[in-house]
């Protein structure tokens, strides 16, 4: 049995028991295979979820822990309150393109659409889908103050700062970063434009640019040179245990997750076709995830210990392996030009800056921001140069709360982790680590490294990566960038409650 602390050791199993439910009912919503209602405990079990063992391992100082037992918290506690969001978001669809779509399969859609005619059709769809789930967001955000307060917690805020005491200092990190790079960002963005024509500045602008990174014709599919890769890094057996998710279906996200519904024998992978090497990229990152939970562990309690950081690092990591022309070469059948990179490494930064000004504007409204709409206006509109919708401001505080209660804290520290590991790979299997034979064992040593419980602290430390850092790696550095898979979009906010851990 994998060691975990005392006083859980003796609710393992049910605790096992109870993720497995809860993950396989976020499953089958996510796909569009049914709803997002998970069997709930019974009985004497019903403590599991009562808030009780997030206390408990919060006294104990075991905030890894905490973090996942607060998970399921909210997510059997919110259960009717999230499906009757889910039945809203399954439900209000609007017209575009002759068809009746959700905002899921809308946002799909805006993911390929680059005529300015069908783009403006879908943006409008968009917003009228939103402006019409708007209310049964704030519905559920008001169900989420209410568990949070009987857990204890009389602001969202303290709850944050009792499961990541580190939070303020990394709020300043992506404060000096986004002064740091602001003017260069806007001038890209402005670039950019000018050279697509673009005349009307919105959110939706880089995934503009980035849609028209098109693969050359003859490249292999995503889900192919995947899998191709993973066999190559000794990992073929992991790919049976992987059940992967690529049909179409009506309800499904739009964007490709990985979820641990019983690791490591039940792991999934849902995706959407795609003809960029963005996609790639992508599918990429959530077999990263796939691989850490597949190769990793031993026991469901494995990942109860690693920092959610570090999975979504990794991912970040392998993301630069597709940008590769060596394994493009390889594993595509053809190179990528050095446009669609630039395309590409736009995509990204935007992305990485969504996320920082993100995380700085959720711990203001935990803070007591006295206006959180005008608080939102002022902080996207200065980072990225465009007006968004005030209203937008509780979609996007849903969409994250709805993932875990600072997601743009870990997505932040994500990104700064990002070039360490790719270093600490490099410094066991060579620069070329993802081409040769040690790219197995190297990620092997690494995925030990997590279940440890260790890493991320060390590595986030003033002496791992300094937090007066602000540029990181740099957007045309070694590898270049590719597009991740993205928390919002638009002024549209994405569900990635599926995101895994």
């Known amino acids: ?26 499953w089958l919503a996510a796909t569009g295979q049914g709803e997002d209602h998970p069997a709930l405990p019974e009985g004497g079990l019903t403590w599991l979820t009562d808030g009780g063992l997030v206390l408990l391992a919060l006294e ?31 439900t209000v669809t609007a017209e575009a393109g002759g068809r009746t779509l959700t905002h899921g399969e809308l946002v ?38 209410e568990a949070r307060a009987e857990l204890g917690f009389p602001t969202h805020a303290a709850l944050v700062r009792a499961l990541h005491p580190e939070v303020d200092r990394f709020v300043a990190h992506a404060r000096n970063w986004l002064d740091a790079t602001r003017a260069q960002f806007l001038k890209r963005w402005d670039d950019w434009r000018a050279r697509d024509a673009i005349s009307t500045p919105t959110m939706g602008d880089a995934r503009r640019v980035a849609a028209r990174a098109v693969l050359p014709e003859g490249a292999g599919g995503a889900l192919e040179s995947v899998r191709s890769t993973v066999r190559e890094w000794g990992f073929g057996g992991c790919l049976e245990r992987i059940l992967v998710d690529d049909a179409a279906r009506p309800g499904k996200s739009g964007t490709a997750f990985c979820s641990p519904v019983a690791p490591p024998v039940d792991v999934r992978v849902s995706t959407t076709p795609g003809t960029t090497l963005g996609h790639h990229a992508t599918l990429l990152h959530e077999f990263g995830h796939a691989l850490h939970f597949t190769a990793g562990t031993r026991h469901p309690a494995d990942l109860w210990r690693t920092h959610p950081a570090l999975t979504e690092a990794f991912g970040f990591t392998l993301e630069r392996v597709v940008r590769r022309p060596d394994w493009q070469r390889r594993h595509l059948g053809v190179t990528v030009d050095d446009e669609a990179v630039e395309r590409l490494a736009f995509a990204r930064e935007h992305v990485r800056r969504l996320v920082a000004t993100s995380l700085c504007y959720e711990m203001a409204v935990h803070d007591g921001c006295p206006d959180p709409a005008a608080e939102y206006v002022r902080s996207y509109g200065r980072e990225f140069g465009v007006a968004v919708d005030p209203g937008a401001a509780w979609d996007r505080m849903q969409t994250y709360l709805e993932g875990k209660p600072c997601y743009p804290l870990v997505y932040h520290q994500a990104f700064m982790l990002r ?19 040690d790219a197995g064992p190297a ?34 550095g070694p590898g270049r960038t590719g597009q991740p898979d993205e928390p919002v979009i638009g002024g549209q906010a994405l569900d990635h409650s599926q995101r895994a851990p």
């Open 443 to 476: 990620m092997r040593e690494l995925f030990g490294r997590f279940a440890a419980g260790g890493g991320a602290e060390e590595w986030l430390s003033p002496g791992g990566v300094p937090l007066g850092q602000v540029h990181g790696e740099g957007e045309f």
């Open 419 to 437: 070039e360490t590991l790719w270093d600490h790979l490099a410094g066991r299997a060579g620069e070329r680590w993802y081409a040769g034979p």
């Open 108 to 145: 799909a859609l805006s993911r390929t659409v680059t005529d300015d005619r069908r783009r403006a059709e879908v943006r409008a769809a968009l917003a009228d889908v939103g402006e019409r789930l708007r209310e049964g967001r704030r519905r559920w955000l008001d169900a989420y103050a």
């Open 60 to 90: 104990h100082g075991d905030l890894h822990y905490a973090g996942e037992l607060v998970l399921w918290y909210f997510r059997v506690r919110l259960t009717e309150a999230t499906a009757r969001l889910r039945l809203l978001q399954r």
């Open 1 to 26: 049995m994998t060691a975990v602390p005392g006083y859980l050791a003796a609710h393992v199993e049910n605790l096992v028991a109870l993720q497995a439910r809860v993950a396989h009912a976020r």
